[in-house]
């Protein structure tokens, strides 16, 4: 169910984003910048990875940089600039199977985060729906049809919410522990390559919600003594990231 899903969500992020740059800004002359693009920071990280392409091709891939200069640029940039080399295009369309297959997964993580919620078939029918709403709204079309790293951080911060209720559990395990810690590091991964500064801001997300849950142990035992073990080492992981990601300075480097 999942793969069908995620496929028939990437198919479709990926057909409207195509739509959305080629055919239809192009007929508003007030709001396109040019090749496909809004005004603002898509035609300025079009800019950064362009001219970092012409870089690489100019003096080979020792110039390539995950966070190319300047310091506007963050890993998504990186990743246009790399692929603007390969194809030796300037062609922002690139991205787009990228943009769409993190928003489709963000589909699905909403759709797994429900069925953790409300299993069932009511839970089902809920989940799909508004994984799908997610999906087509048509504001979406704002990240993954353009080159922002919202669809990205949408991904990173689902992927901790679907931790912290994966191990909300009285009978809370071995593979709900894995499933849990997994998916805190790719989050991690993700916000240390794109925003390396919203790790701070989830780290104290996840402290309050972990002093609640300490709270709730001690006065009316809601969670188990496995819950609280995979809680903590949530947090200890996210700490530990977060003081690797922005111990770099990569974390001042753009904050928007």
Not at 23 to 49: M, N, Q, V, W
Not at 111 to 135: N, V
Request: aromatic share 12%.
């Amino acid at each position: 169910m999942g793969l069908i899903l995620w496929t028939l969500f990437f198919c479709f992020a990926t057909s409207a984003a195509l739509l959305f740059q080629k055919f239809l800004l192009p007929l508003f002359p007030s709001l396109h910048g040019g090749i496909g693009l809004l005004e603002g920071d898509s035609l300025t990280f079009h800019k950064t990875a362009a001219s970092l392409a012409e870089q690489i091709n100019l003096h080979g891939w020792s110039s390539w940089r995950i966070f190319p200069a300047p310091p506007a640029a963050m890993g998504n940039v990186g990743l246009l600039a790399a692929l603007y080399a390969i194809f030796s295009s300037n062609d922002p369309s690139l991205i787009i199977p990228f943009n769409a297959a993190a928003h489709a997964m963000g589909g699905i993580l909403i759709f797994r985060i429900g069925l953790l919620i409300a299993p069932g078939h009511s839970g089902r029918m809920a989940s799909i729906s508004a994984a799908i709403l997610f999906i087509v709204f048509p504001s979406a079309l704002n990240w993954y049809g353009q080159l922002h790293k919202d669809g990205d951080a949408i991904v990173a911060t689902l992927l901790l919410i679907y931790a912290w209720i994966r191990a909300d559990s009285h009978t809370a395990g071995w593979p709900d522990a894995f499933w849990a810690w997994s998916a805190t590091l790719i989050s991690i991964l993700v916000f240390a390559v794109i925003r390396p500064y919203n790790l701070i801001l989830q780290l104290a997300v996840m402290s309050g919600l972990f002093v609640l849950a300490l709270v709730q142990y001690s006065t009316a035992k809601c969670h188990s003594k496995n819950t609280m073990g995979i809680y903590a080492i949530i947090l200890a992981l996210l700490a530990a990231g977060s003081l690797l990601a922005n111990n770099d300075g990569n974390g001042e480097q753009y904050s928007k």
